[in-house]
């Protein structure tokens, strides 16, 4: 089994590709950044935007389910509408 330090995470490839310096410092000197309020804050916006993406996803799914089911009961009438004329 791999250790953590062998794993490449996408979050570790956006760190290099944006500053290959500054994932140095931080992966191998083990220094951390100075901006570190500035990326809590980053990181509490992502999660708070991942939220609200479940929830926008948990709607979408909620209406396309009443959907099927209102085109259902317009199915069911226009058949009994059919099929009950004299």
Known sequence: MASSDQIIRASEIGEYVFCCRAW???RVQGLESANRAQMDAGA????????????ADSFQ?????????ALFFALMFVLASIFSAP
């Open 61 to 69: 799914r909620a209406a396309i389910i009443l959907f099927a089911v």
């Open 44 to 55: 509490a916006r992502h999660i708070q935007h991942g939220r609200a993406v479940q929830r």
């Open 24 to 26: 140095w410092l931080h």
